[in-house]
């Protein structure tokens, strides 16, 4: 039988999940970034220290980049609090999120490691199986020089190539670079032909170090650039007259779902009129994607009703522009793919999910009222939770809902929010009666809507328990049992004597 102390702790793990989902010390719409962070680091600090294996297997969920960095860098700063069991698991967690994030914030939190001082053998062992595993080094050492400096010296390590250790320590000591991407860097400091041969983001400041106009430039690094970076690029590219700067269908077609309705949102309503018909599909293309992903049927949920809201909170801030209405809109697209029969009802009273912006206040509960109506078998709320047009309706609709007229809960009811709220250090709820999970991705949505039962006010520790050990299981299994992919050679002679054991000591 449970305790009143498993029931706190499964709480306190549902929340930490929710603040690394969806918090990213970033400002929000409702509170700035030091509130953000300070609530942030407080949360991380409590866990590491009440909850060490459950803050640990966090890593296995879908949480951000930021919370994982920050994870990662605490399990290493106290690896002496661990036990060797736990230090073993650890290390494959790190080892295995360390490959999913992406390298500019690994070199950065190898830079936070450095300035804490932490570099045991442990964390050298797990860093160097990561530089290992960089399919280029020639290209890191162009693109982030400065972190992969730091990187081998806190790792006690020499490049793999001679010549790149010539260029990250002694530029000048070389006439010409064999590869030729060091070379085309040598060249840029006085070759304006050169930079062309370089990855946008380098050769961005060599283009403002010779002052070549920025339409110029536009038009010549287009062969350079990536599909993401053409998609940022596309309009400024045009507002500047360089149209070699297109998205092409194949770059919207690999595009993830919530990235892509981000760029859709980014766009002049004028342009999404008249591409109406290429969004779509590529909105649609990218929700089948992800529910084949989450191995979820087409039409499996049957009769959904989905109450989006796009209020003026939905903007989000300055650095996180539209992200709530980004989440909001990729989860209408992923919704309509998985019910059978489909109801989208946005708080603004729009139908036209393309032509989406954030606006006016926030009618949640006449909106739930609204899509209780239509009988659904599932009913999904996407709302950073300020119901204020009138405030605390859609709360009150619910607890009616939920005790008097449902209780038998024929009808499934979950919120997601895609907002941290500092304040509650966790996501705002809507009501106690209906589950609320952190949303990060609309890609996760079928996978947090299963995680969502456990915020039901009806927690089962050992449930929650299981099913966080089921994930990191799932996701340490996910690369084949090594903790990276072959890659380039050791970077040292030591490398490879003291990898596999060290990792997770």
């Known amino acids: ?187 840029a400091h006085y070759q304006q032909s050169a930079l062309y041969e370089l990855p946008y983001t380098v050769a961005e400041g060599f283009a403002h170090r010779h002052g070549v106009p920025r339409a110029a430039f536009l038009q010549r690094i287009e062969p350079q650039l990536t599909g993401l970076e053409r998609l940022r690029l596309q309009e400024s590219a045009r507002a500047r007259g360089a149209t070699a700067v297109t998205a092409d269908a194949a770059a919207l077609a690999r595009m993830p779902l919530t990235r892509l309705a981000s760029y859709v949102l980014g766009l002049p309503p004028a342009d999404r009129i008249a591409r109406r018909a290429e969004l779509t599909e590529a909105l649609r293309g990218a929700a089948r994607r992800a529910v084949r992903a989450a191995g979820a049927e087409e039409g499996g949920w049957g009769r959904v009703t989905a109450v989006l809201d796009d209020s003026w909170s939905a903007y ?20 309509g793919v998985l019910a059978g029969e489909y109801t989208a009802l946005w708080t603004s009273g729009r139908t036209d999910a393309l032509l989406a912006r954030p606006s006016g206040p926030t009618p949640l509960g006449r909106r739930v009222l609204d899509a209780l109506e239509t009988a659904p078998q599932r009913l999904v709320i996407v709302s950073d939770g300020w119901d204020n047009a009138p405030p605390g309706l859609a709360a009150e609709v619910l607890r009616v809902w939920r005790t008097r007229l449902d209780p038998e809960h024929r009808t499934s009811i979950v919120h997601l929010n895609p907002v941290y709220d500092a304040e509650s250090f966790d996501v705002r709820r809507l009501a106690p009666t209906v589950p609320t999970a952190g949303l990060r991705d609309a890609e996760d949505l079928p996978a947090l809507v299963e995680f969502a039962r456990f915020a039901e006010g009806r927690t089962d520790l050992a449930e929650l328990t299981a099913h966080l050990a089921a994930r990191t299981e799932h996701f340490l299994a996910a690369d084949g049992g090594a903790r990276f992919p072959a890659a380039a050679p050791a970077a040292s002679a030591a490398s490879a004597a003291d990898s596999a054991e060290e990792a997770v000591r």
């Open 316 to 335: 989000g801030s300055g650095v996180k522009r539209r992200r709530p209405l980004a989440a909001a809109l990729a989860c209408h697209v992923l919704l």
């Open 1 to 187: 039988m449970e305790t009143y102390g498993d029931l706190v702790a499964a709480e306190d793990v549902l929340l930490f999940v929710n603040a690394a989902i969806t918090g990213t010390g970033q400002r929000e719409f409702h509170s700035g970034a030091a509130e953000q962070q300070l609530s942030l680091d407080f949360l991380h600090a409590y866990m590491l220290v009440n909850y060490r294996g459950p803050y640990a297997a966090a890593l296995a969920l879908d949480i951000n980049d930021h919370n994982a960095a920050l994870i990662v860098r605490h399990l290493l700063e106290t690896s002496r609090d661990a036990t060797p069991e736990q230090r073993h698991t650890e290390g494959r967690l790190i080892a295995r999120r360390l490959a999913l994030l992406p390298p500019q914030r690994v070199y950065r939190l190898i830079g936070e490691l450095r300035r804490a001082k932490v570099n045991n053998r442990r964390t050298r062992a797990i860093l160097r199986d990561w530089l290992a595993a960089r399919p280029d080094q020639t290209l890191d050492a162009v693109k982030y020089r400065a972190g992969l400096k730091r990187a081998l010296r806190h790792t006690h390590l020499r490049p793999v190539a001679e010549e790149t250790g010539d260029f990250l320590y002694a530029p000048r000591r070389r006439a010409t670079y064999a590869a030729p991407l060091l070379d085309a860097w040598r060249r």
